[in-house]
Protein backbone atom coordinates (compact mmCIF):
# COMPACT_ATOMS: atom_id res chain seq x y z
CA UNK A 1 0.00 0.00 0.00
CA UNK A 2 1.18 3.17 -1.39
CA UNK A 3 0.37 6.54 1.03
CA UNK A 4 0.75 8.74 -2.00
CA UNK A 5 2.56 9.12 -5.67
CA UNK A 6 5.48 10.32 -3.54
CA UNK A 7 5.65 7.07 -1.61
CA UNK A 8 6.07 5.06 -4.85
CA UNK A 9 8.33 7.15 -6.36
CA UNK A 10 10.44 6.75 -3.18
CA UNK A 11 9.96 2.60 -3.75
CA UNK A 12 11.02 2.87 -7.07
CA UNK A 13 14.55 4.99 -6.84
CA UNK A 14 15.43 2.70 -3.78
CA UNK A 15 14.80 -0.26 -6.13
CA UNK A 16 16.91 1.58 -8.34
CA UNK A 17 14.34 1.67 -10.91
CA UNK A 18 13.99 5.83 -11.29
CA UNK A 19 15.96 8.15 -12.82
CA UNK A 20 15.16 11.77 -11.97
CA UNK A 21 15.79 14.12 -15.06
CA UNK A 22 16.32 17.90 -13.26
CA UNK A 23 17.03 20.15 -17.00
CA UNK A 24 14.79 21.98 -18.55
CA UNK A 25 12.18 19.82 -20.44
CA UNK A 26 9.10 20.50 -22.83
CA UNK A 27 5.99 19.03 -21.86
CA UNK A 28 5.36 19.36 -25.66
CA UNK A 29 6.78 16.29 -27.44
CA UNK A 30 9.63 15.98 -25.31
CA UNK A 31 9.23 14.35 -22.71
CA UNK A 32 7.18 11.68 -24.69
CA UNK A 33 10.43 11.09 -27.31
CA UNK A 34 12.40 10.73 -24.10
CA UNK A 35 9.76 8.27 -22.29
CA UNK A 36 9.53 6.43 -25.96
CA UNK A 37 13.11 5.61 -25.93
CA UNK A 38 12.98 3.99 -22.65
CA UNK A 39 9.55 2.11 -23.04
CA UNK A 40 11.39 0.58 -26.08
CA UNK A 41 14.36 -0.71 -23.70
CA UNK A 42 13.99 -4.59 -23.88
CA UNK A 43 13.70 -4.08 -20.22
CA UNK A 44 11.49 -1.55 -20.10
CA UNK A 45 13.44 0.87 -19.69
CA UNK A 46 13.39 3.24 -15.97
CA UNK A 47 10.74 4.98 -14.83
CA UNK A 48 11.36 9.20 -15.28
CA UNK A 49 10.67 11.45 -13.23
CA UNK A 50 10.87 15.52 -15.15
CA UNK A 51 11.59 17.78 -11.99
CA UNK A 52 12.05 21.24 -13.86
CA UNK A 53 9.39 21.16 -16.99
CA UNK A 54 8.18 24.90 -16.50
CA UNK A 55 5.75 23.97 -13.67
CA UNK A 56 5.03 23.66 -10.14
CA UNK A 57 4.65 19.53 -10.41
CA UNK A 58 7.13 17.42 -11.59
CA UNK A 59 6.08 15.03 -13.95
CA UNK A 60 6.56 11.08 -13.68
CA UNK A 61 6.22 8.87 -16.69
CA UNK A 62 6.80 4.94 -17.40
CA UNK A 63 6.05 4.26 -14.10
CA UNK A 64 4.50 0.72 -14.63
CA UNK A 65 6.95 0.16 -17.76
CA UNK A 66 8.57 -3.17 -16.53
CA UNK A 67 8.07 -6.61 -15.06
CA UNK A 68 9.28 -4.99 -11.95
CA UNK A 69 7.67 -1.78 -11.95
CA UNK A 70 4.31 -2.73 -12.65
CA UNK A 71 4.65 -5.75 -9.64
CA UNK A 72 5.84 -2.69 -7.15
CA UNK A 73 3.26 -0.78 -8.39
CA UNK A 74 0.52 -3.45 -7.31
CA UNK A 75 2.22 -4.05 -4.09
CA UNK A 76 3.47 -7.83 -4.70
CA UNK A 77 6.92 -9.15 -5.44
CA UNK A 78 5.12 -11.45 -8.45
CA UNK A 79 2.11 -10.80 -10.49
CA UNK A 80 1.37 -14.52 -10.38
CA UNK A 81 1.29 -14.21 -5.92
CA UNK A 82 -1.94 -11.83 -7.03
CA UNK A 83 -3.34 -14.52 -9.42
CA UNK A 84 -2.48 -17.08 -6.42
CA UNK A 85 -4.79 -15.02 -3.98
CA UNK A 86 -7.35 -15.05 -6.05
CA UNK A 87 -7.65 -18.70 -7.10
CA UNK A 88 -7.55 -19.28 -3.20
CA UNK A 89 -10.63 -16.84 -2.50
CA UNK A 90 -12.33 -17.55 -5.32
CA UNK A 91 -11.89 -21.59 -4.53
CA UNK A 92 -13.01 -20.91 -1.04
CA UNK A 93 -16.39 -18.76 -2.37
CA UNK A 94 -17.20 -21.72 -4.74
CA UNK A 95 -16.71 -25.26 -3.48
CA UNK A 96 -19.83 -26.68 -2.04
CA UNK A 97 -20.92 -26.55 1.54
CA UNK A 98 -22.09 -29.25 2.99
CA UNK A 99 -22.56 -28.27 6.90
CA UNK A 100 -22.76 -26.07 9.03
CA UNK A 101 -19.08 -26.07 9.85
CA UNK A 102 -17.84 -25.85 6.44
CA UNK A 103 -20.24 -22.81 6.45
CA UNK A 104 -18.55 -21.29 9.25
CA UNK A 105 -15.11 -21.67 8.31
CA UNK A 106 -16.38 -19.11 5.24
CA UNK A 107 -16.88 -16.50 7.93
CA UNK A 108 -12.95 -15.17 8.24
CA UNK A 109 -12.56 -15.36 4.24
CA UNK A 110 -15.82 -13.09 3.94
CA UNK A 111 -14.86 -10.97 6.72
CA UNK A 112 -11.98 -10.23 5.09
CA UNK A 113 -13.44 -9.70 1.77
CA UNK A 114 -15.61 -6.99 3.32
CA UNK A 115 -12.36 -5.21 4.95
CA UNK A 116 -11.68 -4.47 1.26
CA UNK A 117 -14.64 -2.63 0.86
CA UNK A 118 -14.01 1.59 0.26
CA UNK A 119 -14.95 3.60 3.35
CA UNK A 120 -16.26 6.66 3.41
CA UNK A 121 -14.25 9.52 5.61
CA UNK A 122 -15.90 12.77 6.49
CA UNK A 123 -13.16 14.95 6.77
CA UNK A 124 -10.80 16.90 3.73
CA UNK A 125 -8.43 14.02 2.58
CA UNK A 126 -5.05 14.94 2.17
CA UNK A 127 -5.92 15.24 -1.94
CA UNK A 128 -7.92 18.78 -0.69
CA UNK A 129 -4.94 20.33 1.00
CA UNK A 130 -4.26 23.25 -1.25
CA UNK A 131 -7.78 24.12 -3.32
CA UNK A 132 -6.29 26.28 -6.86
CA UNK A 133 -9.09 29.34 -7.38
CA UNK A 134 -10.65 29.32 -10.49
CA UNK A 135 -9.78 32.61 -11.05
CA UNK A 136 -5.85 32.12 -11.24
CA UNK A 137 -6.45 28.73 -13.79
CA UNK A 138 -6.81 25.64 -13.51
CA UNK A 139 -5.63 23.18 -16.33
CA UNK A 140 -3.03 25.98 -17.31
CA UNK A 141 -1.84 25.53 -13.58
CA UNK A 142 -0.57 21.35 -14.58
CA UNK A 143 2.14 19.72 -16.99
CA UNK A 144 -0.57 18.36 -19.02
CA UNK A 145 1.67 16.55 -22.07
CA UNK A 146 1.93 17.15 -26.06
CA UNK A 147 2.80 13.37 -26.87
CA UNK A 148 2.38 12.97 -30.79
CA UNK A 149 3.07 15.18 -33.33
CA UNK A 150 -0.34 15.21 -35.03
CA UNK A 151 -2.00 15.02 -31.48
CA UNK A 152 -4.98 17.90 -31.45
CA UNK A 153 -3.54 19.10 -28.25
CA UNK A 154 -2.97 18.11 -24.82
CA UNK A 155 -3.91 15.11 -23.02
CA UNK A 156 -4.22 13.89 -19.88
CA UNK A 157 -3.18 10.40 -20.43
CA UNK A 158 -3.57 8.75 -16.70
CA UNK A 159 -7.13 10.60 -15.15
CA UNK A 160 -9.15 8.10 -13.34
CA UNK A 161 -12.36 9.58 -14.32
CA UNK A 162 -15.30 9.15 -11.20
CA UNK A 163 -18.99 8.71 -12.20
CA UNK A 164 -21.88 7.46 -10.87
CA UNK A 165 -25.36 5.42 -12.31
CA UNK A 166 -27.96 8.10 -12.04
CA UNK A 167 -30.53 5.08 -11.57
CA UNK A 168 -28.27 2.86 -9.22
CA UNK A 169 -25.80 5.26 -7.65
CA UNK A 170 -23.48 2.63 -8.82
CA UNK A 171 -19.58 4.07 -8.86
CA UNK A 172 -17.24 3.49 -11.97
CA UNK A 173 -13.97 4.60 -11.67
CA UNK A 174 -12.58 4.66 -15.69
CA UNK A 175 -9.88 5.34 -17.78
CA UNK A 176 -10.70 7.92 -20.49
CA UNK A 177 -8.19 10.16 -22.24
CA UNK A 178 -9.13 13.96 -22.16
CA UNK A 179 -8.10 16.72 -24.70
CA UNK A 180 -7.50 19.85 -22.75
CA UNK A 181 -9.81 22.89 -24.74
CA UNK A 182 -9.05 25.65 -22.27
CA UNK A 183 -8.59 26.26 -19.07
CA UNK A 184 -11.71 24.86 -17.60
CA UNK A 185 -13.01 22.93 -20.29
CA UNK A 186 -11.54 19.42 -21.54
CA UNK A 187 -12.84 16.45 -23.67
CA UNK A 188 -14.78 13.56 -22.47
CA UNK A 189 -13.56 10.42 -24.84
CA UNK A 190 -15.98 7.78 -23.98
CA UNK A 191 -16.80 4.95 -26.11
CA UNK A 192 -19.69 3.82 -26.69
CA UNK A 193 -18.76 0.20 -24.84
CA UNK A 194 -17.59 2.36 -21.51
CA UNK A 195 -19.37 2.28 -18.27
CA UNK A 196 -18.95 6.01 -18.65
CA UNK A 197 -20.67 6.52 -21.80
CA UNK A 198 -23.45 4.15 -20.09
CA UNK A 199 -23.41 6.73 -17.31
CA UNK A 200 -23.67 9.95 -19.58
CA UNK A 201 -26.67 8.53 -21.78
CA UNK A 202 -28.99 7.70 -18.42
CA UNK A 203 -28.25 11.59 -17.24
CA UNK A 204 -29.06 12.85 -21.00
CA UNK A 205 -31.93 10.92 -20.97
CA UNK A 206 -33.15 12.23 -17.72
CA UNK A 207 -31.88 15.79 -19.05
CA UNK A 208 -30.18 16.18 -15.98
CA UNK A 209 -26.48 17.78 -16.05
CA UNK A 210 -23.78 14.34 -15.19
CA UNK A 211 -21.29 15.36 -12.29
CA UNK A 212 -17.55 13.73 -12.84
CA UNK A 213 -14.47 13.82 -10.85
CA UNK A 214 -11.14 12.84 -12.13
CA UNK A 215 -8.25 12.13 -10.10
CA UNK A 216 -4.67 12.20 -10.96
CA UNK A 217 -1.83 9.59 -8.99
CA UNK A 218 -1.92 8.20 -5.25
CA UNK A 219 -1.45 4.59 -4.84
CA UNK A 220 -0.46 2.96 -8.42
CA UNK A 221 -3.38 0.36 -7.77
CA UNK A 222 -6.10 2.80 -8.43
CA UNK A 223 -4.71 3.80 -12.00
CA UNK A 224 -4.28 0.00 -12.67
CA UNK A 225 -7.73 -0.64 -11.24
CA UNK A 226 -8.99 2.16 -13.50
CA UNK A 227 -7.76 -0.34 -16.81
CA UNK A 228 -8.76 -3.41 -15.25
CA UNK A 229 -11.34 -5.75 -17.19
CA UNK A 230 -13.96 -5.68 -14.54
CA UNK A 231 -17.55 -6.53 -14.85
CA UNK A 232 -20.41 -4.27 -14.99
CA UNK A 233 -21.55 -3.03 -11.44
CA UNK A 234 -18.11 -4.23 -9.88
CA UNK A 235 -16.46 -1.57 -7.80
CA UNK A 236 -12.81 -0.56 -9.26
CA UNK A 237 -12.28 0.76 -5.51
CA UNK A 238 -13.12 -2.70 -4.26
CA UNK A 239 -9.87 -4.31 -6.78
CA UNK A 240 -7.91 -1.42 -5.55
CA UNK A 241 -8.58 -2.51 -2.20
CA UNK A 242 -7.78 -6.29 -2.69
CA UNK A 243 -4.75 -5.67 -4.31
CA UNK A 244 -3.47 -3.03 -1.80
CA UNK A 245 -4.99 -5.37 1.35
CA UNK A 246 -6.45 -2.24 2.81
CA UNK A 247 -9.62 -0.48 1.60
CA UNK A 248 -9.51 2.88 -0.01
CA UNK A 249 -10.78 5.82 1.76
CA UNK A 250 -12.85 8.02 0.22
CA UNK A 251 -13.83 11.48 0.66
CA UNK A 252 -16.34 13.79 -0.88
CA UNK A 253 -15.20 16.50 -3.68
CA UNK A 254 -16.25 20.10 -2.51
CA UNK A 255 -17.75 21.03 -5.78
CA UNK A 256 -19.84 18.20 -6.15
CA UNK A 257 -21.37 15.04 -4.47
CA UNK A 258 -18.95 12.61 -5.61
CA UNK A 259 -16.25 10.72 -3.54
CA UNK A 260 -12.59 10.21 -4.66
CA UNK A 261 -10.33 8.46 -2.93
CA UNK A 262 -8.46 10.71 0.48
CA UNK A 263 -4.74 10.26 -0.98
CA UNK A 264 -4.52 11.09 -4.75
CA UNK A 265 -2.37 13.71 -5.92
CA UNK A 266 -4.83 15.72 -7.88
CA UNK A 267 -8.83 16.15 -8.07
CA UNK A 268 -10.40 17.50 -11.07
CA UNK A 269 -13.90 18.06 -9.94
CA UNK A 270 -16.86 19.28 -12.57
CA UNK A 271 -19.64 18.16 -14.78
CA UNK A 272 -20.56 17.34 -18.32
CA UNK A 273 -23.61 19.06 -19.43
CA UNK A 274 -25.58 16.96 -21.10
CA UNK A 275 -27.75 19.42 -23.10
CA UNK A 276 -24.99 20.31 -24.87
CA UNK A 277 -23.34 19.21 -28.07
CA UNK A 278 -20.40 17.21 -28.25
CA UNK A 279 -17.45 19.05 -29.97
CA UNK A 280 -14.51 17.64 -32.02
CA UNK A 281 -11.63 15.95 -29.91
CA UNK A 282 -8.54 14.42 -31.35
CA UNK A 283 -6.54 13.23 -33.26
CA UNK A 284 -4.49 11.29 -30.66
CA UNK A 285 -1.34 9.00 -31.30
CA UNK A 286 -2.85 5.76 -29.55
CA UNK A 287 -2.04 2.57 -28.09
CA UNK A 288 -3.03 1.04 -31.30
CA UNK A 289 0.41 2.67 -32.91
CA UNK A 290 -1.67 4.73 -35.02
CA UNK A 291 -3.26 8.02 -34.11
CA UNK A 292 -7.44 7.87 -33.32
CA UNK A 293 -9.11 10.46 -35.82
CA UNK A 294 -11.11 13.10 -34.75
CA UNK A 295 -14.61 12.56 -33.74
CA UNK A 296 -17.27 14.38 -31.45
CA UNK A 297 -17.52 13.67 -27.46
CA UNK A 298 -18.57 15.29 -24.79
CA UNK A 299 -17.27 18.19 -23.02
CA UNK A 300 -16.25 18.14 -19.39
CA UNK A 301 -16.15 21.35 -17.20
CA UNK A 302 -13.71 21.82 -14.71
CA UNK A 303 -15.21 23.50 -11.89
CA UNK A 304 -12.12 22.95 -8.79
CA UNK A 305 -8.94 21.36 -8.96
CA UNK A 306 -7.54 20.19 -5.33
CA UNK A 307 -4.28 18.53 -4.72
CA UNK A 308 -1.98 17.24 -1.94
CA UNK A 309 1.20 18.96 -0.94
CA UNK A 310 4.19 17.87 -2.78
CA UNK A 311 1.91 16.80 -5.40
CA UNK A 312 3.62 14.60 -8.77
CA UNK A 313 1.88 14.81 -11.96
CA UNK A 314 1.46 11.49 -13.53
CA UNK A 315 1.05 10.25 -17.65
CA UNK A 316 1.76 7.64 -20.02
CA UNK A 317 3.01 7.71 -23.28
CA UNK A 318 1.18 5.50 -25.53
CA UNK A 319 1.82 4.32 -29.39
CA UNK A 320 3.78 1.90 -31.42
CA UNK A 321 4.56 -0.87 -28.98
CA UNK A 322 5.89 -2.04 -26.79
CA UNK A 323 5.06 0.78 -24.56
CA UNK A 324 4.24 1.31 -20.66
CA UNK A 325 0.92 -0.19 -21.17
CA UNK A 326 1.85 -3.77 -22.56
CA UNK A 327 3.32 -4.24 -18.88
CA UNK A 328 -0.14 -2.96 -17.46
CA UNK A 329 -1.97 -5.47 -19.88
CA UNK A 330 0.48 -8.46 -19.09
CA UNK A 331 -1.05 -7.63 -15.10
CA UNK A 332 -4.51 -8.46 -16.46
CA UNK A 333 -3.65 -11.34 -17.48
CA UNK A 334 -2.04 -12.75 -14.67
CA UNK A 335 -4.38 -11.18 -12.47
CA UNK A 336 -8.01 -12.01 -14.22
CA UNK A 337 -6.70 -15.47 -15.11
CA UNK A 338 -8.15 -16.67 -12.01
CA UNK A 339 -11.93 -15.41 -12.39
CA UNK A 340 -11.83 -16.52 -16.00
CA UNK A 341 -11.49 -20.52 -14.89
CA UNK A 342 -13.59 -20.05 -11.93
CA UNK A 343 -16.60 -18.16 -13.84
CA UNK A 344 -16.10 -17.65 -17.61
CA UNK A 345 -13.60 -20.79 -18.48
CA UNK A 346 -12.75 -23.64 -16.23
CA UNK A 347 -10.71 -24.97 -18.74
CA UNK A 348 -8.47 -22.43 -19.49
CA UNK A 349 -4.88 -23.45 -18.59
CA UNK A 350 -3.48 -19.90 -19.15
CA UNK A 351 -3.95 -16.30 -21.33
CA UNK A 352 -1.27 -14.55 -23.68
CA UNK A 353 -1.49 -10.87 -25.16
CA UNK A 354 1.26 -10.45 -27.13
CA UNK A 355 3.00 -7.07 -26.68
CA UNK A 356 2.42 -5.96 -30.81
CA UNK A 357 -1.57 -7.19 -30.56
CA UNK A 358 -2.32 -4.07 -28.43
CA UNK A 359 -4.55 -6.16 -26.20
CA UNK A 360 -7.22 -6.60 -28.31
CA UNK A 361 -5.83 -7.34 -32.12
CA UNK A 362 -4.41 -10.86 -30.79
CA UNK A 363 -5.29 -13.10 -28.04
CA UNK A 364 -3.53 -16.59 -27.11
CA UNK A 365 -5.29 -19.01 -25.11
CA UNK A 366 -4.30 -22.82 -23.57
CA UNK A 367 -6.77 -25.11 -22.44
CA UNK A 368 -7.12 -28.37 -21.22
CA UNK A 369 -8.55 -30.60 -24.48
CA UNK A 370 -11.21 -33.04 -23.87
CA UNK A 371 -13.49 -33.16 -26.97
CA UNK A 372 -13.25 -32.07 -30.57
CA UNK A 373 -14.93 -28.60 -31.47
CA UNK A 374 -13.69 -27.76 -28.01
CA UNK A 375 -11.52 -24.84 -29.17
CA UNK A 376 -14.39 -23.29 -31.29
CA UNK A 377 -16.57 -23.16 -27.83
CA UNK A 378 -13.99 -21.47 -26.02
CA UNK A 379 -13.47 -18.37 -28.53
CA UNK A 380 -17.28 -17.98 -28.63
CA UNK A 381 -17.07 -17.86 -25.14
CA UNK A 382 -14.21 -15.88 -24.68
CA UNK A 383 -15.84 -13.18 -27.61
CA UNK A 384 -18.49 -12.73 -25.28
CA UNK A 385 -16.51 -12.29 -21.43
CA UNK A 386 -16.19 -8.33 -20.76
CA UNK A 387 -13.81 -6.40 -22.85
CA UNK A 388 -12.64 -9.76 -24.62
CA UNK A 389 -15.37 -9.01 -26.96
CA UNK A 390 -13.03 -6.52 -28.46
CA UNK A 391 -10.97 -9.34 -29.16
CA UNK A 392 -10.14 -9.61 -33.67
CA UNK A 393 -8.32 -12.95 -33.78
CA UNK A 394 -7.91 -15.32 -31.29
CA UNK A 395 -5.28 -18.60 -31.22
CA UNK A 396 -6.64 -21.47 -29.11
CA UNK A 397 -4.14 -23.80 -28.22
CA UNK A 398 -3.87 -26.90 -25.36
CA UNK A 399 -1.42 -28.62 -23.78
CA UNK A 400 1.26 -25.76 -23.82
CA UNK A 401 0.90 -23.95 -20.54
CA UNK A 402 3.15 -21.72 -19.06
CA UNK A 403 5.15 -22.18 -22.52
CA UNK A 404 2.44 -20.48 -24.36
CA UNK A 405 4.44 -17.31 -24.96
CA UNK A 406 7.51 -19.39 -26.25
CA UNK A 407 7.92 -18.86 -30.03
CA UNK A 408 9.55 -22.23 -30.53
CA UNK A 409 6.35 -24.13 -28.73
CA UNK A 410 3.53 -21.83 -31.26
CA UNK A 411 6.06 -22.91 -34.07
CA UNK A 412 5.57 -26.23 -33.59
CA UNK A 413 1.66 -25.75 -32.62
CA UNK A 414 1.19 -24.27 -35.90
CA UNK A 415 1.69 -27.54 -37.63
CA UNK A 416 -1.64 -28.79 -35.74
CA UNK A 417 -3.52 -26.12 -37.91
CA UNK A 418 -6.30 -27.69 -40.51
CA UNK A 419 -6.79 -24.26 -42.41
CA UNK A 420 -9.85 -26.20 -44.41
CA UNK A 421 -11.52 -26.21 -41.08
CA UNK A 422 -9.49 -24.73 -38.39
CA UNK A 423 -10.43 -21.30 -38.58
CA UNK A 424 -13.83 -19.89 -36.91
CA UNK A 425 -14.71 -16.55 -38.75
CA UNK A 426 -17.56 -14.33 -36.61
CA UNK A 427 -18.72 -10.81 -36.69
CA UNK A 428 -18.85 -8.85 -33.38
CA UNK A 429 -18.25 -5.74 -31.63
CA UNK A 430 -14.45 -4.34 -32.28
CA UNK A 431 -12.76 -1.61 -29.64
CA UNK A 432 -13.39 1.91 -31.32
CA UNK A 433 -9.97 2.27 -32.40
CA UNK A 434 -9.79 -0.44 -34.83
CA UNK A 435 -9.44 1.41 -37.91
CA UNK A 436 -9.18 -1.80 -40.33
CA UNK A 437 -13.21 -2.48 -39.53
CA UNK A 438 -15.77 -1.83 -42.26
CA UNK A 439 -17.55 0.42 -40.06
CA UNK A 440 -16.55 1.72 -36.25
CA UNK A 441 -16.42 -0.94 -33.53
CA UNK A 442 -18.10 -3.56 -35.55
CA UNK A 443 -15.98 -6.45 -37.95
CA UNK A 444 -14.98 -9.46 -38.43
CA UNK A 445 -13.24 -11.75 -36.22
CA UNK A 446 -11.41 -14.95 -36.53
CA UNK A 447 -10.43 -17.81 -33.62
CA UNK A 448 -7.58 -20.22 -35.09
CA UNK A 449 -7.61 -23.84 -33.76
CA UNK A 450 -4.25 -24.77 -32.70
CA UNK A 451 -5.74 -27.66 -30.26
CA UNK A 452 -4.13 -31.06 -29.65
CA UNK A 453 -6.91 -33.21 -32.23
CA UNK A 454 -9.19 -35.39 -30.92
CA UNK A 455 -12.50 -37.22 -31.46
CA UNK A 456 -11.56 -37.30 -35.21
CA UNK A 457 -10.88 -33.84 -35.95
CA UNK A 458 -8.95 -33.61 -39.37
CA UNK A 459 -5.39 -33.17 -39.00
CA UNK A 460 -3.28 -30.57 -40.78
CA UNK A 461 -0.16 -31.38 -42.69
CA UNK A 462 3.05 -30.99 -41.09
CA UNK A 463 5.42 -28.57 -42.12
CA UNK A 464 8.82 -30.96 -41.95
CA UNK A 465 11.27 -27.79 -41.06
CA UNK A 466 13.45 -24.78 -42.49
CA UNK A 467 12.51 -24.37 -46.49
CA UNK A 468 14.82 -22.88 -48.57
CA UNK A 469 13.26 -20.15 -49.96
CA UNK A 470 15.50 -19.73 -53.28
CA UNK A 471 13.08 -21.11 -55.40
CA UNK A 472 10.27 -19.29 -54.68
CA UNK A 473 9.03 -18.20 -58.46
CA UNK A 474 8.49 -14.23 -57.92
CA UNK A 475 4.92 -13.32 -59.88
CA UNK A 476 4.13 -9.73 -61.02
CA UNK A 477 2.96 -7.56 -58.38
CA UNK A 478 5.28 -9.24 -55.88
CA UNK A 479 8.74 -7.42 -54.83
CA UNK A 480 9.93 -9.66 -52.05
CA UNK A 481 9.48 -12.88 -49.50
CA UNK A 482 10.62 -12.75 -45.84
CA UNK A 483 13.06 -15.43 -46.32
CA UNK A 484 13.69 -15.70 -42.27
CA UNK A 485 10.54 -17.07 -41.43
CA UNK A 486 10.69 -20.41 -44.08
CA UNK A 487 14.14 -20.76 -43.06
CA UNK A 488 13.39 -20.53 -39.45
CA UNK A 489 11.10 -23.49 -40.00
CA UNK A 490 7.81 -21.39 -39.52
CA UNK A 491 4.88 -22.86 -41.70
CA UNK A 492 4.27 -19.06 -42.69
CA UNK A 493 5.02 -16.89 -45.94
CA UNK A 494 5.30 -13.44 -45.92
CA UNK A 495 5.27 -11.26 -49.14
CA UNK A 496 6.07 -7.37 -50.22
CA UNK A 497 4.44 -5.90 -52.85
CA UNK A 498 3.56 -1.72 -53.60
CA UNK A 499 0.73 -2.85 -55.97
CA UNK A 500 -3.05 -2.01 -55.10
CA UNK A 501 -4.36 -4.89 -56.63
CA UNK A 502 -7.26 -6.81 -55.28
CA UNK A 503 -5.32 -9.82 -53.01
CA UNK A 504 -7.03 -12.25 -54.63
CA UNK A 505 -6.39 -11.68 -58.08
CA UNK A 506 -2.30 -10.92 -56.58
CA UNK A 507 -2.20 -14.46 -54.21
CA UNK A 508 -3.53 -16.52 -56.98
CA UNK A 509 -1.10 -15.40 -59.35
CA UNK A 510 1.77 -15.97 -57.02
CA UNK A 511 0.28 -19.48 -55.85
CA UNK A 512 -0.43 -20.90 -58.91
CA UNK A 513 3.51 -20.32 -59.73
CA UNK A 514 4.17 -21.95 -56.45
CA UNK A 515 2.13 -24.70 -56.23
CA UNK A 516 4.24 -26.76 -53.75
CA UNK A 517 5.04 -24.21 -51.40
CA UNK A 518 4.73 -26.28 -47.71
CA UNK A 519 3.40 -22.99 -46.09
CA UNK A 520 -0.16 -22.63 -43.99
CA UNK A 521 -0.41 -18.68 -44.26
CA UNK A 522 0.42 -16.27 -46.81
CA UNK A 523 0.64 -12.37 -45.53
CA UNK A 524 1.15 -9.81 -48.17
CA UNK A 525 2.23 -6.75 -46.91
CA UNK A 526 3.26 -3.19 -47.85
CA UNK A 527 6.07 -2.49 -49.66
CA UNK A 528 8.05 -0.08 -46.71
CA UNK A 529 7.67 -3.14 -44.40
CA UNK A 530 10.59 -4.62 -42.71
CA UNK A 531 9.67 -8.42 -43.26
CA UNK A 532 12.41 -9.57 -40.68
CA UNK A 533 10.97 -7.91 -38.05
CA UNK A 534 8.38 -10.12 -36.20
CA UNK A 535 6.80 -7.35 -33.80
CA UNK A 536 6.11 -5.18 -36.48
CA UNK A 537 4.50 -8.06 -39.02
CA UNK A 538 2.13 -8.90 -35.95
CA UNK A 539 1.67 -5.38 -35.01
CA UNK A 540 0.99 -4.26 -39.09
CA UNK A 541 -1.59 -6.99 -39.47
CA UNK A 542 -3.87 -6.91 -36.85
CA UNK A 543 -3.96 -3.14 -37.17
CA UNK A 544 -4.37 -3.13 -41.17
CA UNK A 545 -6.51 -7.32 -41.29
CA UNK A 546 -10.39 -7.24 -40.84
CA UNK A 547 -10.29 -10.97 -40.65
CA UNK A 548 -13.51 -11.51 -42.65
CA UNK A 549 -12.95 -9.27 -45.19
CA UNK A 550 -9.12 -9.41 -46.11
CA UNK A 551 -8.29 -12.69 -45.86
CA UNK A 552 -9.54 -16.10 -48.03
CA UNK A 553 -8.56 -19.43 -47.86
CA UNK A 554 -6.64 -20.80 -51.24
CA UNK A 555 -7.13 -24.34 -52.14
CA UNK A 556 -8.57 -25.40 -48.85
CA UNK A 557 -5.42 -25.42 -47.67
CA UNK A 558 -3.41 -21.83 -47.27
CA UNK A 559 -4.88 -19.02 -45.58
CA UNK A 560 -4.25 -15.89 -47.11
CA UNK A 561 -4.28 -12.82 -44.94
CA UNK A 562 -4.29 -9.03 -46.84
CA UNK A 563 -2.05 -6.77 -44.18
CA UNK A 564 -1.41 -3.80 -46.46
CA UNK A 565 -3.06 -0.35 -46.02
CA UNK A 566 -6.21 0.30 -46.90
CA UNK A 567 -6.13 3.70 -47.49
CA UNK A 568 -7.61 4.91 -51.04
CA UNK A 569 -9.56 2.57 -53.48
CA UNK A 570 -13.14 1.47 -52.00
CA UNK A 571 -12.06 1.80 -48.40
CA UNK A 572 -14.74 4.24 -47.06
CA UNK A 573 -13.04 5.20 -43.80
CA UNK A 574 -10.40 7.74 -43.45
CA UNK A 575 -7.24 5.95 -42.77
CA UNK A 576 -4.72 6.41 -40.03
CA UNK A 577 -0.73 7.07 -40.20
CA UNK A 578 0.98 5.40 -37.81
CA UNK A 579 2.53 7.62 -34.19
CA UNK A 580 5.98 8.74 -35.68
CA UNK A 581 7.94 11.56 -33.47
CA UNK A 582 8.73 14.57 -36.08
CA UNK A 583 12.52 14.69 -36.95
CA UNK A 584 12.75 18.38 -35.43
CA UNK A 585 12.22 16.60 -31.82
CA UNK A 586 14.29 13.73 -32.29
CA UNK A 587 17.00 15.57 -33.57
CA UNK A 588 16.72 17.71 -30.42
CA UNK A 589 16.57 14.98 -28.19
CA UNK A 590 19.77 13.70 -29.98
CA UNK A 591 21.72 16.71 -29.24
CA UNK A 592 20.81 17.32 -25.77
CA UNK A 593 21.00 13.48 -24.28
CA UNK A 594 24.19 13.98 -22.69
CA UNK A 595 22.40 16.47 -20.60
CA UNK A 596 19.22 14.04 -19.25
CA UNK A 597 21.64 11.92 -16.96
CA UNK A 598 20.10 8.54 -18.88
CA UNK A 599 23.36 6.83 -19.62
CA UNK A 600 24.15 5.43 -22.83
CA UNK A 601 22.53 6.93 -25.92
CA UNK A 602 19.07 5.30 -27.26
CA UNK A 603 18.34 6.44 -30.72
CA UNK A 604 14.89 7.47 -31.30
CA UNK A 605 12.45 4.29 -31.61
CA UNK A 606 10.63 6.50 -34.86
CA UNK A 607 13.76 6.00 -37.53
CA UNK A 608 12.59 2.42 -37.51
CA UNK A 609 8.85 3.94 -38.31
CA UNK A 610 9.01 6.69 -40.50
CA UNK A 611 8.98 4.99 -44.04
CA UNK A 612 5.73 3.77 -43.05
CA UNK A 613 4.38 7.34 -42.92
CA UNK A 614 2.38 8.24 -45.87
CA UNK A 615 2.07 12.19 -45.60
CA UNK A 616 2.87 14.44 -42.72
CA UNK A 617 -0.68 14.48 -41.19
CA UNK A 618 -2.70 11.86 -39.03
CA UNK A 619 -4.77 10.94 -41.24
CA UNK A 620 -3.48 9.52 -44.51
CA UNK A 621 -4.33 11.92 -47.39
CA UNK A 622 -6.51 10.31 -50.50
Request: proline fraction near 6%.
Amino acid sequence: MYRSLSHYIETLERAGELVRITVPVDTELEIAELTDRQCKRPDGGKALLFENCGFEFPVLTNMMGSDRRIALALGTGRLEDLTRRLESLFAELTVPKHSLYDKLKMLPVLSSAAGWLPRISRKRGACQAVVLDPADGLFGKLPVLKCAPQDGGRFFTLPVVNTVDPDTGMRNAGMYRMQVFSDTTAGMHWHCHKTGARHYEAYRKKGKRMPVAVTLGGDPAYTYAATAPLPDNVDEYLLAGFIRRKPVTLVKCLTNDLYVPSDCDFVIEGYVDTSEDRVVEGPFGDHTGFYSLEDLYPVFHATCITHRKGAVYPATVVGIPPQEDAYIAKATERIFLAPIRAVVQPEVENIYLPEAGVAHNLALVDIRKQYAGQAFKVAASMWGAGQMMFNKCLLVTSGLGVRLSDAEMLKKTLNRLSVADGLLFSKGPLDVLDHAAPQAGLGGKVAIDLTERCGGEPAGHVYSGAFDPSGIVVTDGIEGAGERWMKEGWPVLVLRTSSREALRTLADRFLRANDALPVKCIAVFDATVDLEDAGMLIWLAGNHTDPVRDTYIYDRRIWVVDARSKSGGDFSRRWPNPVVMDARTAERVDARWSSYGLGTFIPSPSLKYRPLLRGDKAAVEK
